[in-house]
């Protein structure tokens, strides 16, 4: 079946870029573990190591790291268009993606040598899974409030506190937490440093929590007094939230906030062919291909920013923000349309498949930041506050 977004020729890749769409796509056909949709429809949260260091093999984890630490060294462009296949398709990336797409990249700008030279051809090999330490109990979307704390001590530093909502902690070798290091939690922005926690070190306690849908994704992450030595410490003390807002450019704007309900949009495609489609059918489907072929190119152009090495923070709110609502509105809307005509033959996979992301499409909006606070950011990128 074509991409629906073929008939729209609305921003140009580089050239490079889409000559590289043909490889992924040849090596999705060869290595992508058959799935159902909705299997398939869990994309960035389907955990398989398996794949990841098939992945690995072919070269593909760490795209725009530099080969001298077992990146590709390729572009942000290529970066795009290989995250792009990777979501269309459904493959489980859940393993190494946020190592692929933030630790690493945070390594390579404030890590020491030592630190490079350890953690990115881990990355690069999907030996070295990441998660990200940032939200806490009562420090979510306030993260200036975090409370968990490094306390100096010979030779390093003694970690207590308790990180929550951790994806994939279970799973991961390492956290990039963000801790308080000096100061009250009245001291907000300043204080705060960026620490790697190696997950396996004793006083470290990880808890899978079940959401919802029955899965159990993320973690609640306990530390009792843990020992880090001083190269835990990734850039400067003190600078954590100056390093973390740069980590949330990376984090917002991908096509992970267009693309997460797009494996159910072509399964309804699939049914509409076999089945046939009604008009409010065919204008639905429009409506969703002209706001995805427009999303994509805010995507692209922060893709092009990040690429030029600048951290457009409001702009990847902006992408996250519009970019969410349409992945909540998909099965949404979907729903209406499948249970408005009760006579009408349903595929089983496509209720599966509605019914996943039905239950899991509000934490779309609250993962990486929530509505409300984005919009804040906007405004107040607008000049509005
Ligand atoms: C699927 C999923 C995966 C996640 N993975 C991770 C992860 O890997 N690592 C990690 O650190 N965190 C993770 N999170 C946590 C996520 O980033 C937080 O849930 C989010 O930042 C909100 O924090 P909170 O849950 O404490 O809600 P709160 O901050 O308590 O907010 C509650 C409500 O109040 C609103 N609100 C809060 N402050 C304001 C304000 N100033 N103005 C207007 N409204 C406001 C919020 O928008 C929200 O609706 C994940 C969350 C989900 C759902």
Not at 93 to 119: C, E, M, N
């Amino acid at each position: 079946m074509n991409n629906l977004l073929d008939a729209f020729h609305l921003t140009a890749l580089p050239a490079a870029a889409e000559d590289f769409r043909a490889e992924v796509k040849h090596f999705l056909d060869g290595h992508l573990p058959p799935a159902p949709a909705d299997v398939r429809a869990r994309s960035w949260m389907g955990f398989d190591a398996d794949f990841s260091r098939r992945l690995a093999a072919r070269g593909w984890i760490g795209l725009t790291l530099p080969a001298s630490y077992g990146g590709a060294g390729m572009d942000a462009f290529r970066r795009f268009v290989l995250v792009e296949e990777l979501l269309a398709a459904g493959a489980p990336v859940a393993a190494h993606w946020i190592a692929d797409r933030q630790s690493g990249p945070l390594i390579l700008r404030y890590g020491t040598g030592a630190q490079k030279d350890f953690y990115l051809p881990r990355i690069c090999a999907a030996s070295a899974f990441f998660c990200i330490g940032m939200s806490e109990p009562d420090s979510g979307s306030d993260l200036a409030s975090v409370r968990t704390r490094a306390v100096r001590c010979d030779g390093g530093w003694r970690l207590t506190g308790r990180k929550i909502w951790t994806t994939n902690a279970q799973h991961c070798q390492y956290m990039i937490a963000l801790v308080r290091s000096s100061g009250v939690p009245e001291d907000r922005q300043k204080g705060l440093s960026q620490f790697i926690v190696d997950l396996s070190l004793p006083g470290v306690e990880v808890r899978p929590i079940v959401d919802l849908t029955g899965d159990a994704h993320f973690s609640e992450v306990t530390f009792d007094n843990v020992f880090l030595a001083d190269d835990a410490l990734i850039g400067d003390e003190g600078a954590g939230w100056q390093q973390v807002t740069a980590e949330l450019a990376f984090e917002r704007s991908g096509p992970e906030r267009l693309y997460s309900s797009v494996v159910l949009l072509d399964c309804w495609r699939a049914q509409l062919r076999r089945h046939g489609a009604s008009d409010a059918d065919l204008a639905l489907l429009g409506s969703f291909a002209t706001q995805l072929a427009t999303l994509r190119c805010l995507s692209i152009a922060v893709t092009a920013r990040l690429a030029h090495g600048e951290s457009p923070v409001v702009e990847a709110a902006l992408v996250k923000d519009i970019g969410t609502e349409f992945e909540q509105a998909i099965p949404a809307q979907l729903e209406a349309a499948i249970s408005a005509d009760p006579a009408q033959t349903i595929d089983p996979e496509l209720f599966r498949t509605v019914a996943y992301l039905s239950q899991i499409s509000p934490t779309f909006s609250l993962r990486g930041g929530t509505r409300e606070v984005l919009r804040g950011m906007i405004a107040r990128g607008l000049g509005l506050r």
